[in-house]
């Protein structure tokens, strides 16, 4: 039987978690099948990541997708049209051909992305099995270790406090489900803890709680007490994960903690965070210093790489080349894989790949807008990438990722495998 070909591209606007437009793509082949996919979009972004096409002009604030969906509808469906469904590198090779471009700027990286993640999805259902499983190509596929926002700072959450995410992984856990549900103890319990202090403001964008903090510190202190208060034990079955997003706030060679009153150089920073570390069962940093400070980053993995995972997102935009030459300056054991950093599925894969080969652990992410897609979960599965960062543990483009893990756990059923924290 030949194999199915694409025989049409649709694009179309859709509306994110932020109520921001987006690109949904959806693939048709010629024996009916279909797949679709949706673009996420980021609020802090790193400078060497794809780039999103927006509209500009008064619509939407500028953010307006339509020059991104006339490229799906165009350009990308002229180029792609015919081509086999099977063959996914050679559907993003004609994607990254047709932009011409390092980071995705004339199509747009919303667009490649949605068409990419479209194709994969088409591929699955044109073979009859589960993403997950067509994507792990009979290899190893595990629940990934989820990472989860408690409290949202930063660009996520109205700059009240200068850090960006205070996350927790559940490193006792011993499966994806038991993982959840520690996960959502001490989500629940954060929220009263903020509550009784009458310091509790709303949601952020990643469905974090909002609070309102005298220090970046106190986060932390409220998280280490929502951990007990869950009846959880730190160190034990609850770590501590910190995402900085140091470039959010450096400028001038200095980094400005707003809600500290405090200006540091890199190494001061440093120094913080590995104060921090000795203070409280952190277990993970990501970005801990901006995302051009080369020096600052090698430094703190030679400080730190030996007890903690440093990841690097904004550093790294999951790109293979930046990961290879992060590794041989000895900067991060860890990278962050956002899809749409990338711009298509194969250039997110070689990042994965790269860190692999550097024996670095991989972390797939979302993104602070995002929709009802679940083919990050997937990814995380059927790549065998051992962690997953969605968010937190509410609002449901949140919601909709956890629970597709839950479902494929239960598909996998004894057969199924469980990444736990420490084994990769």
């Known amino acids: 039987m030949a194999e199915p070909r694409i025989e049409r ?9 932020r109520g921001r437009p987006t690109v949904e793509a959806e693939i048709v082949l010629d024996n009916g099948v279909r797949g679709r996919a949706i673009a996420p979009a980021g609020a802090s972004t790193g400078t060497h990541e794809a780039v999103e096409l927006r509209d500009g002009g008064a619509a939407f604030d500028g953010l307006g997708v339509d020059r991104a969906v006339a490229s ?42 949605a068409v990419s993640m479209a194709a994969l999805h088409a591929a699955a259902a044109a073979v009859g099995e589960p993403l997950w499983r067509m994507l792990a190509e009979g290899g190893t596929a595990r629940l990934p270790m989820p990472m989860v926002q408690i409290f949202g700072g930063g660009a996520h959450a109205g700059r009240r406090v200068d850090i960006q995410d205070f996350l927790i992984i559940p490193v006792g856990a011993t499966s994806f489900d038991e993982a ?15 509550a009784d202090r009458g310091r509790l403001r709303g949601v952020a964008d990643e469905g974090g709680w909002w609070p309102e903090f005298t220090s970046n510190a106190e986060a932390l202190d409220r998280l280490l007490e929502a951990i007990e208060r869950a009846g959880l034990l730190p160190e034990d079955e609850i770590g501590i994960a910190i995402d900085v997003a140091a470039s959010q706030f450096h400028g001038g060679g200095r980094y400005r903690l707003a809600v500290d009153g405090a200006e540091l150089e890199s190494e001061a920073l440093i120094e913080l ?12 940093i990501e970005d801990p210093v901006a995302e051009d400070d080369d020096g600052g980053m090698t430094f703190f993995t030679s400080t730190l790489g030996h007890r903690i995972q440093i990841i690097g997102d904004d550093y790294l935009v999951t790109s293979a080349a930046r990961v290879a030459a992060a590794a041989a300056r000895g900067a991060c054991n860890a990278v962050l894989l956002k899809p749409n950093q990338a711009g298509t599925v194969t250039e997110t894969k070689a990042a994965l790949a790269a860190a692999r080969n550097a024996g670095w652990r991989t972390v797939v992410s979302a993104r602070s807008g995002e929709t009802e897609d679940v083919t990050i979960v997937h990814l995380a599965v059927g790549w065998n990438a051992g962690q997953l960062k969605v968010g937190s543990f509410a609002r449901s483009e949140r919601m909709a990722k956890w629970n597709e893990g839950l479902r494929i756990e239960a598909a996998m059923g004894t057969a199924g495998g469980f990444a736990r924290w420490g084994t990769g």
């Open 9 to 17: 591209i649709l694009g179309r606007r859709v509306w994110d978690s």
């Open 72 to 113: 799906v509808n165009g350009e990308i469906a002229a180029a792609l049209g015919s081509m086999p469904i099977g063959d996914q590198r050679a559907i993003d090779r004609r994607l990254i051909e047709l932009d011409g471009t390092p980071t995705k700027v004339r199509l747009g990286g919303n667009a490649t992305i």
């Open 180 to 194: 959840l549900t520690m996960a959502a103890r001490v989500y629940q319990a954060a929220g009263k803890v903020m």
């Open 273 to 284: 965070l590995t104060g921090w570390c000795a203070r409280y069962p952190i277990v993970s």
